[in-house]
């Protein structure tokens, strides 16, 4: 196999925080002897995970197994997915700023079309519902476990809890019309076509907030293996609060 440098788009800080990560990981189980060091394990996962190579061709330019490239991406994942922000973080983290931002993002999977529950109807392709939270700067504050793509995007949100919490937080929330009914917290552009006057102005007004939770989504697919996920649905979560782990720590 021929094997050629590559560059990915991330800072040495990023390298050097899961590397020391998997470096403290290995001293807690006693790790022995390993093919690849913190460092090169750390490397492999980045170039997964933000250019989205599979494990073959990782195999292949760290030159080592297809089962051993799997491995160590899944023990990095683990560990990062366990470090991600729970719900209840969250809140207390959003509850100190004027209002946070709800949005919703279907991630593309390769399924079948007998795969029903995962075919979103919006979006017209198989995937995983995630509900994202963002500040009123644009940052990426939490993401929610994925849910089956054809799963709405309120449903999902009241599955997660987040409307209720948001209320007993009494933390204001601005999302789009397919949180209509979610609650008094979360705020919804007014439905109908051909508004005028301050109707057309809160919409619009309503829009320029919304737009900062584009950012957020925008940063989340950067990360090319979220593009096309072809993985087991089990392991998407994970995979998705691993990603989470690292922007928050970038």
């Given at each position: 196999m021929l094997v050629c440098p590559s560059g990915i788009d991330l800072s040495s800080r990023t390298l050097q925080h899961l590397?020391?990560?998997?470096a403290g990981h290995r001293r807690r189980i006693g790790s022995r002897w390993r093919r690849l060091t913190c460092g090169r394990q750390a490397l492999l996962v980045l170039a997964h995970l933000r250019c989205g190579d599979t494990y073959a061709r990782l195999a292949g330019?760290?030159?080592?197994?297809i089962a051993t490239a799997y491995?160590?991406?899944?023990?990095?994942?683990?560990?990062?997915?366990?470090?991600?922000?729970?719900?209840?973080?969250?809140?207390?983290?959003?509850?100190?700023?004027?209002?946070?931002?709800?949005?919703?993002?279907?991630?593309?999977?390769?399924?079948?079309?007998?795969?029903?529950p995962y075919y979103s109807g919006k979006k017209k392709h198989h995937g995983m519902n995630v509900q994202v939270?963002?500040?009123?700067?644009?940052?990426?504050?939490?993401?929610?476990?994925a849910l089956p793509g054809a799963?709405?995007?309120?449903?999902?949100a009241r599955a997660h809890g987040i409307p209720a919490a948001l209320a007993a937080e009494d933390i204001k929330c601005s999302a789009d019309k397919a949180y209509?009914?979610?609650?008094?917290?979360?705020?919804?552009?007014?439905?109908?076509k051909h508004l005028r006057g301050r109707r057309r102005r809160h919409n619009r007004d309503h829009a320029k907030i919304r737009s900062l939770g584009e950012r957020v989504m925008a940063i989340l697919k950067s990360w090319r293996f979220l593009r096309k996920l072809r993985c087991s649905t089990t392991r998407i979560t994970a995979a998705v609060r691993a990603v989470v782990t690292l922007e928050l720590a970038a």
């Open positions: 590397s020391g990560l998997l330019g760290f030159r080592i197994g491995r160590c991406i899944r023990e990095a994942v683990d560990l990062l997915a366990a470090l991600a922000p729970t719900p209840e973080q969250a809140m207390a983290t959003v509850g100190k700023k004027a209002y946070v931002i709800l949005d919703g993002t279907v991630l593309p999977i390769d399924r079948i079309a007998a795969d029903q939270l963002a500040d009123p700067a644009g940052r990426l504050v939490w993401v929610s476990d799963t709405h995007d309120l449903t999902a209509q009914g979610a609650g008094p917290a979360v705020r919804v552009p007014i439905r109908g």
